[in-house]
Each structure stands twice: as structure tokens, then as C-alpha cells.
């Protein structure tokens, strides 16, 4: 059974920052894209971000653009999700997923992936 790990989320004050990571076994990580999902309470689970099989190919939200960044550490196996000016309407349980196919137009669909982590619950107050 495939695992990815998140660690790092928490509490934090709105405008601060948290980092979240997913560490996925090698031959996920060398294979698949990775990305972000979050879900919170009464919502439908929203795509954040996903980086490919490059660095450079990486893909934002329009609500987390410019806030948010995603890259890989080839060296841990995992993908760190750096999150700054973080607003309350951020709060939610955050997911990382693998894909093998990263299709443009759909990457957006909890559908589109085929492993996901437990999560690990971000909380943002005002």
C-alpha cells in the first residue's frame, strides 16, 4: 500500500506562515506528480497545487497564487508547500496526492489522483 506522509501543519495567526511537507517512497516520488488538496469542514475537497516530474512545472490555485509555494526536495523524497500571508479562509484539513498522468484542464479533480495521504489539519485565526 502506497503512503504519503504530511507533517507540518499547525496553528498560526492570519498574515503568518506555515510549511507542510509529503514524503512519498521513491518510486512515487521519481514518477508521479505530487500536489495539495484541501477540505474544510462542509466543503468540497479544493485543489491548492501539484508540481510535476520538474520543479518548474508547477500549477497554483488562483486563491493561494502568489501566496503559495510548492517545490521538490529530491534529496527527502518529498514535496514542501510553503505557505505565507495566510488568511483564515485557509483553515482546512491539507492532502497530498500523487498522480501519475498530469493532464492540463483537469489536474484541478480529486479524481485525477491516484494516492492520497491522511492530512494534516492547518488552522488560521483572525
Known amino acids: 500500500q502506497v503512503q504519503l506522509v504530511e507533517s507540518g501543519g499547525g496553528l498560526v495567526h492570519s498574515g503568518g506562515s506555515l510549511r507542510v511537507s509529503c514524503t512519498a517512497p521513491?518510486?512515487?516520488?521519481?514518477?508521479?506528480?505530487l500536489g495539495w488538496f484541501r477540505q474544510a469542514p462542509g466543503k468540497d475537497r479544493e485543489f491548492v497545487a501539484v508540481v510535476g516530474w520538474k520543479s518548474d512545472d508547477t500549477f497554483y490555485s488562483d486563491s493561494v497564487k502568489g501566496r503559495f509555494s510548492l517545490s521538490r526536495d529530491n534529496s527527502k523524497n518529498r514535496v514542501v508547500l510553503q505557505m505565507n500571508n495566510l488568511e483564515p479562509e485557509d483553515t482546512a484539513v491539507y492532502y497530498c496526492a500523487a498522480t501519475m498522468l498530469l493532464r492540463v484542464g483537469v489536474m484541478h479533480l480529486p479524481s485525477e489522483y491516484d494516492y492520497w495521504g491522511p492530512g494534516t489539519q492547518v488552522t488560521v485565526s483572525s
Open positions: 521513491e518510486s512515487i516520488f521519481r514518477n508521479y506528480a
